[in-house]
């Protein structure tokens, strides 16, 4: 969410941009122009001073506080109080995975069994998490990175670990566009992070090949999960053994 201090230096960037000068905004608000000025220096007044600067500018102020949410840094981790309160209600979490894909709410509720009332409950939680910004007619802008990732070691990973883990592994993974490989080898440790750099690009490449697959009919798509990982690891009956 945008703060108020966002929101008057984006007003003083357009107020040069305008080329008006304190004293003209001054004469417009019915204000001092030593007030103006320490107001905007200051960077905290009240919405309502905003809206009135905002017409002294001929701007509207939706749109202002629109474009400075987009500029606003996007989000690379969770914290583990936004991940704990995303994994303590399990259809929240449903709803978080459906937005990071970019679901519209009318695809959550036609997949799952929410209401619209829920899903909407759901997305404006998300919302106050700081996870997206909700906009008009419960559409969304997504906070977070194309980097994203939940914590290693928090919340969320742990419950997958320990819930979802073994479910994943369970399938055949012999289905058409599915596989399993399992590689082990050892390697130069200062190469071992551009390979991960590599996984990395696959995992992005799967995620925009989504977006861009959304146009099509969804009786032409398919839902998969493509799971990357590497880690200095030996297999604890191998590693028993060794001498």
């Known amino acids: 969410m945008s703060t108020t201090a966002d929101l008057v230096l984006a007003l003083k960037k357009e107020l040069k941009s305008a080329q008006m000068t304190y004293a003209d905004l001054a004469r417009s608000l019915g204000m001092a122009e030593s007030s103006v000025k320490r107001m905007l220096a200051k960077g905290d007044m009240p919405l309502s001073r905003i809206d009135a600067i905002c017409r002294a500018l001929k701007l509207d102020f939706a749109d202002l506080a629109r ?8 989000l690379a981790e969770l914290t583990q ?5 995303v994994v303590a209600d399990k259809k ?48 969304y802008r997504l906070k977070l990175a194309k980097t994203f990732r939940w914590r290693p070691h928090g919340p969320v990973m742990n419950f997958f670990r320990e819930d ?80």
């Open 92 to 139: 929240l979490l449903l709803v978080a995975i459906c937005v990071l894909s970019q679901w519209t709410l009318e695809q959550i509720t036609g997949a799952y069994r929410l209401s619209a009332a829920e899903g909407i409950g759901y997305l404006a939680q998300l919302d106050r998490l700081g996870i997206i910004e909700l906009r008009p007619m419960n559409r």
């Open 164 to 243: 979802a883990v073994l479910d994943y592994y369970a399938g055949g993974f012999d289905g058409p566009g599915e596989g399993l490989l399992l590689v082990h080898g050892s390697v130069s440790r200062g190469l071992a992070p551009a390979f991960m750099e590599r996984l990395q690009r696959v995992a992005q490449d799967f995620a925009q090949q989504h977006l861009a697959d959304q146009k099509l009919a969804e009786s032409d798509r398919e839902g998969y999960t493509l799971l990357l990982g590497m880690r200095r690891w030996e297999f604890a009956a191998f590693a028993a053994l060794r001498r």
């Open 67 to 74: 474009r400075v949410a987009d500029n606003q840094p996007l």
């Open 81 to 85: 109080a936004q991940e704990r309160a």
